[in-house]
């Protein structure tokens, strides 16, 4: 599932996608993920989706709107939220930071 969600992180997967990739049902995927993970299947996905976001507002002038779809959030808005929530900071912020 990690391998898929890696794989894959840019795309609009659900948890019903990455479950019928490794063959459960998506609640036995989701009750053995936070097992295993401690985290939800979703908040894995997120997490890897802004590791990737923030990588590319270090590397590239992209607006934020593009970076955001680009690690497959459809939603500028959620992705800002998100990021704030993991990083500590606004997207803008964290690029400005990143680049001083």
């Not at 993970?37 to 989706?49: A, C, E, H, P, V």
Request: proline share 4%; glycine share 4%.
């Amino acid at each position: 599932a990690k391998e898929f969600i890696l794989n894959n992180y840019e795309f609009d997967i659900t948890v019903i996608d990455i479950a019928r990739n490794v063959g459960v049902t998506p609640n036995y995927l989701s009750n053995i993920f936070q097992t295993i993970t401690k985290m939800s299947t979703i908040t894995f996905l997120n997490k890897i989706r802004i590791e990737k976001g923030a990588r590319l507002l270090e590397t590239t002038d992209e607006p934020i709107h593009r970076v955001a779809k680009s690690v497959g959030f459809t939603a500028p808005l959620y992705f800002s939220n998100a990021f704030k929530k993991q990083m500590g900071m606004s997207p803008l912020h964290y690029r400005n930071k990143e680049r001083a």
